[in-house]
């Protein structure tokens, strides 16, 4: 029997009879399963997670993916083995078939010989966790390691990977279910060129239609687009698909604001001790979140280690779909200009009350609610934005975005003793651009605020 059927949600708690728009935490719609079947249909989100993705080009380029012949050496399998006594990684590397190792001794295209240090003392971080059965924080610090060593830090690494990121969440008229924020377990993320800024990033309250995040994010990392998700949870697999598809269902309408081409978009949720990997992907104006065969027991180092192989592949794969998007944003910037306005004049696919540009999230780090869950939405904002202990408040949000706006569409250049004309008329707050520049702009921090001293 279907436990929506039964009247209880899959947490063996009562389904709410919902008659007209509420507002609620994104990990308290996770967990409510008609609330959440309710939400993703009034936005066209198809829930297939049932149906198994299955790709014959991307499951070939897995398939593809070769271990380096220092897999093999008595470093590797000594350390795994001090961490696991039943010696799995050792019976692994000895039946690893010569097809599936790299021919040179010098070939190693995801720094397995530098990082498996790393992994080992990430992977019994992990095994720590599940086997004392401890909470949903302690499991996931482990498998945020492994992908912050896959997408990131690893030679090669192409992306940035940030935690505990606030997502802005789809929004339409007309909805049953309002839930403006989800907090992200992990994200991996690919900075965008600030030439895209500087054709985005304007005053105009619409532009915030090309950010995943809220304006007033503590984090530099706005002008990105998503590459990967992951969510965490105890037991509840329901609770976390429901979740990571918020993730990926933004990232794929972020996109489309952007004016990039559809294209599948990954994530993954570790319930119990399996970590597997999702795809959410455009029909036309429908989104659907399939799950894939790629799936690992974190119980075992051999599995820890071939996900670090998948998923710093994907890794690379998500990059090149970016990378061609930017050379082709170069080739025409004038068409990817008219498509920037275009979709600015389009109903935005996120909320843009300016309340939120100073809300926080209501969820604690760990995707509980913080005291708020008997609050709607309003009230919540209504509460922070009153709030005036924190620095950013006292500063005038329609100022801050009109200099920035003026900063980035008549930058001089580094190196430059220029002084933007228009920035001389303006009477600014220097602590105020320094921040606020910076935020947009994380490699230039310092210059910006040497420039502007002086």
Not at 9 to 38: C, H, N, V, W, Y
Not at 101 to 106: A, F, N, S
Not at 338 to 360: G, T, V
């Amino acid at each position: 029997m279907d436990v929506s059927d039964s009247g209880l949600d899959d947490l063996g708690e009562p389904i709410e009879d919902i008659k007209g728009p509420s507002s609620m935490t994104a990990s308290t719609l996770a967990k409510t399963q008609e609330s959440f079947r309710r939400w993703a249909l009034s936005l066209g989100i198809d829930l297939a997670w049932t149906i198994e993705w299955s790709n014959p080009e991307f499951d070939r380029m897995m398939g593809e993916v070769k271990y380096p012949l220092c897999i093999r050496s008595a470093a590797v399998t000594e350390l795994f083995r001090t961490y696991d006594p039943t010696d799995s990684v050792s019976r692994w590397v000895t039946s690893l078939v010569d097809g599936k190792l790299e021919v040179e001794d010098t070939s190693d295209p995801y720094s397995f010989k530098l990082v498996y240090p790393a992994l080992a003392c990430a992977w019994k971080s992990v095994n720590n966790a599940l086997e004392r059965n401890e909470g949903e924080a302690s499991k996931r610090k482990g498998v945020d390691t492994l992908i912050e060593i896959a997408f990131d830090v690893r030679p090669g690494g192409k992306h940035a990977v940030a935690l505990e990121m606030d997502i802005v969440l789809p929004e339409k008229a007309q909805m049953p279910v309002k839930v403006a924020l989800a907090k992200a377990d992990s994200l991996a993320l690919i900075m965008l060129p600030l030439e895209w800024c500087r054709v985005y990033m304007t005053s105009d309250i619409r532009s915030r239609c090309f950010e995943w995040a809220t304006p007033s994010s503590d984090h530099s990392l706005t002008p990105s687009v998503i590459t990967f998700a992951f969510e965490a949870k105890q037991e509840n697999r329901q609770a976390a698909v429901s979740q990571l598809t918020m993730y990926l269902v933004s990232g794929q309408h972020h996109r489309r604001a952007l004016g990039l081409k559809d294209s599948p978009l990954f994530g993954a949720v570790l319930v119990n001790t399996t970590f597997s990997v999702f795809v959410c992907l455009w029909d036309k104006e429908y989104l659907t979140t399939y799950p894939t065969k790629y799936c690992w027991d974190f119980m075992k180092g051999s599995e820890f280690i071939e996900c670090y192989f998948f998923l710093s592949r994907l890794s690379d794969y998500m990059h090149d779909i970016i990378r061609v998007e930017f050379e082709d944003w170069d080739k025409d910037r004038a068409a990817h200009h008219a498509k920037i306005q275009e979709n600015l004049c389009k109903p935005s696919w996120r909320p843009l009350d300016p309340q939120l540009s100073s809300r926080k999230s209501s969820e604690t780090k760990h995707g509980d609610s913080a005291g708020t869950e008997d609050m709607d939405c309003d009230e919540v904002a209504s509460e922070i934005e009153n709030d005036t202990s924190d620095e950013d408040n006292i500063y005038n949000e329609e100022l801050r975005d009109k200099v920035l706006s003026v900063l980035l569409n008549t930058w001089p250049g580094e190196g430059s003793t220029e002084t933007p004309a228009p920035l001389r008329e303006e009477n600014v707050i220097v602590h105020t651009v320094d921040s606020h520049l910076a935020d947009r702009e994380p490699d230039r921090k310092s210059y910006v605020r040497k420039w502007i001293q002086n």
